[in-house]
């Protein structure tokens, strides 16, 4: 590593959008001087990208800068500055507190000001033991137009960022709070940066947003995109094999959208829809505005257009005031749908959002009773999903090495995890596998040509 190089270690938590900002900021980093690093041993900075959604991620973050206090430490020892930064939503959400609490932490700094990040590292390395930095302001600039274009490879399947925030205020959720405001980037921004990836290499995008179906992006001529539209332009790009989108809300299931799944080959068979609850009276206290059958409807109007249509969705269980007719209700729902694999987790009371004032707390052995019984539910059938692929031949993308010596991991188009012995310089192709076998995580076969003739030594 050059002299004048900095090593940067990022640890993320939370969802996907989260990992998106997190190669963002090692992009905007990089011209600083600033190189990944795999571990925080020796790192010049650190930074804990972070999730607020649940009670314990909380408690994680505080436990993980205990751990990476002593890696300040020696370097400070050495004479050499480290700094420890938090990002993400714990930062949104508690900047001062962590200040408060952490007090070698150098940074804080929320989703929406990553743009910045050049002029705060300057402020705080130039006052360097002086100055701490907090910095959530919610209501910047666009920090697109600001971040810059990918420094690094992102493989050859790669989020890419179009919608963020969310107005929708369930009353469980932190995200309207930490992320601010719905905002939707301009379709040709997206185009672009699509545009760039696929030169780059990659095969499959996944659309990123809070509440990526309530993409309402203005183009040039001051025209509305929907997500649907955007999914058509998207397809014409040639050397794009893939499209998927997370994470979507019910009630932005428009026509548009549906119809894409129908005729849009690229769009992968696979929606994440989730759905919270099977109760219509805790759908109400949630806040989700819509009811268990309004849910059924838009995923047969999807079943209709899409017939293999796989299904994945987040549940909670023990919300305020749930009731045990209330659980059977959710598992009704699931019996009803039949899902590939799913989130689920017992409520997690989250300050400041309407949910936890509600009172009705469920108590903690009800919920996660209901929670254990719910998952069973979902595991039966993941496990009766991949199996019913055995026998079938599916186009798996290969993305990377298998565990295995001479085998590489791939997504089948259900998302499935697919594990077949194959050639390295596979890397990046998409190759018809018959699956053989099914587990509770993953599917694994061979690889075949088109006819179904197989091929003993896959190269
Ligand atoms: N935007 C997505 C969800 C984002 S949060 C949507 O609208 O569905 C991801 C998941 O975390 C949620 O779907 C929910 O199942 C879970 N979650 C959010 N807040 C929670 C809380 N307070 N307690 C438990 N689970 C929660
Ligand atoms: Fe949270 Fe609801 Fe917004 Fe999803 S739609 S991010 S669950 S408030
Ligand atoms: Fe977590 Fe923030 Fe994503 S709270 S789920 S990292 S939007």
């Given at each position: 590593m050059a002299q004048n190089q900095k090593k940067l270690f990022i640890k993320t938590w939370g969802c996907q959008m989260n990992v998106y900002d997190s190669n963002k900021m090692a992009d905007i980093l990089m011209p600083l001087g600033y190189k990944p690093v795999d571990a925080p041993d020796d790192a010049d900075f650190i930074i804990l990208n972070t999730c607020h959604i649940?009670?314990?991620?909380?408690?994680?973050?505080?436990?993980?800068?205990?751990?990476?206090?002593?890696?300040?430490?020696?370097?400070?020892?050495?004479?050499?500055?480290?700094?420890?930064?938090?990002?993400?939503?714990?930062?949104?959400?508690?900047?001062?507190?962590?200040?408060?609490?952490?007090?070698?932490?150098?940074m804080v700094f929320g989703p929406q000001t990553y743009h910045e990040l050049p002029e705060m590292v300057a402020k705080t390395i130039g006052a360097y033991g002086k100055s701490r930095i907090v910095n959530t302001e919610l209501s910047t600039d666009n920090k697109f137009d600001k971040l810059p274009e990918e420094a690094q490879s992102q493989g050859v399947s790669a989020f890419l960022s179009v919608q963020e925030g969310c107005d929708k205020f369930c009353t469980f959720c932190v995200v309207p709070y930490t992320r601010g405001a719905e905002y939707s980037r301009p379709p040709e921004q997206i185009l672009e940066e699509a545009r760039r990836?696929?030169?780059?290499?990659?095969?499959?995008?996944?659309?990123?947003?809070?509440?990526?179906?309530?993409?309402?992006g203005d183009d040039e001529n001051g025209k509305t995109w929907g997500l649907g539209r955007l999914i058509r332009e998207l397809a014409e790009f040639d050397a794009l094999e893939r499209i998927r989108y997370t994470t979507s809300h019910p009630r932005?299931?428009?026509?548009?959208?549906?119809?894409a799944h129908g005729d849009v080959e690229k769009l992968m068979p696979f929606l994440h829809l989730p759905v919270q609850s099977g109760s219509d009276r805790i759908l109400k206290l949630m806040n989700r505005k819509h009811t268990a059958d309004d849910y059924r409807r838009i995923i047969d109007r999807l079943r209709d257009v899409r017939p293999d249509l796989a299904l994945s969705s987040?549940?909670?269980?023990?919300f305020p005031g749930e009731s045990e007719d209330d659980h059977q209700a959710t598992l009704k729902l699931v019996e009803d749908i039949g899902y590939t694999f799913c989130y689920s987790f017992a409520y997690s009371p989250r300050p400041g959002t309407p949910g936890a004032n509600m009172g009705g707390m469920v108590h903690k052995d009800i919920?996660?009773?209901r929670l254990q019984e719910l998952q069973g539910l979902l595991n039966k059938q993941q496990v009766e999903f991949n199996k019913n692929t055995i026998g079938m031949t599916l186009p798996i993308l290969l993305d990377r090495k298998g565990s295995r010596d001479?085998?590489?991991?791939?997504?089948?188009?259900?998302?499935?995890?697919?594990?077949?012995?194959?050639?390295?310089?596979?890397?990046?192709?998409?190759?018809?596998?018959?699956?053989?076998?099914?587990?509770?995580?993953?599917?694994?076969?061979?690889?075949?040509?088109?006819?179904?003739?197989?091929?003993?030594?896959?190269?």
């Open positions: 649940r009670e314990k991620a909380t408690e994680k973050v505080f436990s993980e800068l205990g751990r990476m206090k002593p890696h300040k430490q020696r370097k400070q020892e050495q004479g050499n500055k480290a700094l420890i930064a938090v990002a993400g939503c714990v930062a949104q959400a508690e900047g001062d507190y962590i200040m408060e609490r952490a007090p070698y932490v150098d990836m696929v030169a780059n290499g990659v095969r499959e995008i996944t659309l990123l947003g809070q509440n990526v179906n309530a993409y309402h932005d299931m428009d026509d548009e959208l549906i119809a987040d549940f909670i269980v023990g919920a996660s009773r001479g085998q590489m991991h791939g997504r089948s188009p259900f998302m499935q995890s697919t594990h077949v012995q194959a050639d390295e310089r596979l890397y990046g192709q998409i190759v018809n596998v018959k699956i053989e076998k099914a587990f509770a995580n993953s599917v694994s076969g061979t690889i075949v040509t088109a006819d179904g003739v197989i091929l003993s030594n896959a190269a």
